[in-house]
Structure formats: structure tokens, C-alpha cells
């Protein structure tokens, strides 16, 4: 393989820089403060989830580039969803149902690797939060006590930024919060990260996610029909893990979806 250029990277990410590494490969170049332990525990999830028969991107080694530690990456050549989105706004009922599909044929995936159970994060988190006063937390606790844990692949932030639209097929990216556990709660981590999104923004923007959001639903319910009512309980504990977050703009509205 040969050394990338560093006149511009393909793309910027709080904790990395992406390059072009060669035709076939990109270099995900991890700024100095990342530990090499992140690193590698995101190099053993990537190998797992690729693995377990996702469509994900293969991780081919570790390398240190320039006193920097990164992962290089099979390469594909594409745009996000997100990217397509914004390009084609009058395909979001087709892109919804496009991010259903994905998602569902992700969680067709058993995963057997040695990765953090689901629903052991989400007891953590709902600990940690400090938001959540009073009996809010011992209700999110015990609601969550009876529901299936799972052994399915969950990406825990599956959202239109993160799937890689290619030839008509998509690659899903970045796995750091990857989890084995129970597909439902996945799917109502996406509700809250899609309409917590929406809450933030004027009439407009609103509007729009909604209605992907609604295409998504719709799609992911009609190949697992089974499941509608289940999802629904997990989404006042999925909101209460994501103020452990502490994002101050989502607050009122996560909380107001844990009290439900």
C-alpha cells in the first residue's frame, strides 16, 4: 500500500481525519488524543460486525501514518444518504424505506463475538443519567428488567449518515457503538435520534424528518410486523440512556419522552 496524500481528506469526524489510501482502501487517521485502546476495540467490532454477514465495510490492519495511529478501510465508492438527502429531498419517502431495509437485513444477523450486550448498556446509562430525578429512573429500570436482551447485530446509530449509497447497494459505517442485543431497541434508538433531530429544528425541517422517519417506521414494520407494540417500550428507556449524553438542547424533549 502506498502512503495517502494529506493535502485534503475525503472527510473530518470529531475524532478522525479519512483519506484515500489507494483505489481500493481509505485510512481512517485518528487524531493524537484517541487512545490506541478505542482504536483497537473499534478494529475488533468492525471485524465482528463485517463477520457476522452485515453490510459493512471490511477493516484490514493498524497502521501508524506520520506519528498517528489509524484503521485502514476497504474503500467504497459512494455518497451518504444523508449527502442524497439533502441533493433529492423529494426521495425521502424512498430513502425511508430504503434505511428500513437496511437496517432490517442487519438485524437478520446473529452476533457471536465477544461485544457489549444492548441492554447491559442501556441499564448503565440509565444509571448514570442525572437527568432523570425522582421516580423516573427506577420506572425506566424496571420497564426495562422484563424485555428481551436478544443476540442480534444493533449499530446503536443508525441514521442516514452512516449507510453508504453505492450502485445500488449500501455499505453501514462506523460501528464504535455497536452492541449485540435485541433489534427493537435499535430501531427505537433511531426514533429517538431521528425525532429528538426534528425537535430542534423550525417547521420546515420538522416536517421532513418526520416524514422519513414515518417511511422508515412504516417499511420496518411491514417485514417485522410482530414487533410494533414491543418497540414502543423501548423508546421511553432508549430517551432516558440518551441523557447520559448530555446534550442540553435534547433535555426537555428526552425527558418528556422518559416520563411517557
Known sequence: MNTPSFDLPIARGRTAEVFAWDEQHILKLFHDWFSLEDIEYEFKIAKAVHASGVKSPAVKEIVQVNGRNGLVYERIHGETMFALLKRRPWRVFHLGTLLAQYHFQMHTCNFDAEVPVL???????????????GPIQPRLLDALGPLSAGNKVCHGDFHPGNILLANDSAMVIDWIDASRGNPLADVARTSVLALGAASTFGSGMKLFIKLFHAAYLKEYFRLSPAGKEEYRKWIPIVAGARLDENIPELKTWLLEQARA
Not at 441492554?119 to 430525578?133: C, P
Request: aromatic share 0%; hydrophobic share 40%; charged share 55%.
Open 119 to 133: 441492554k447491559d448498556k442501556l441499564r448503565n446509562r440509565l444509571k448514570r443519567a442525572k437527568a432523570l430525578l
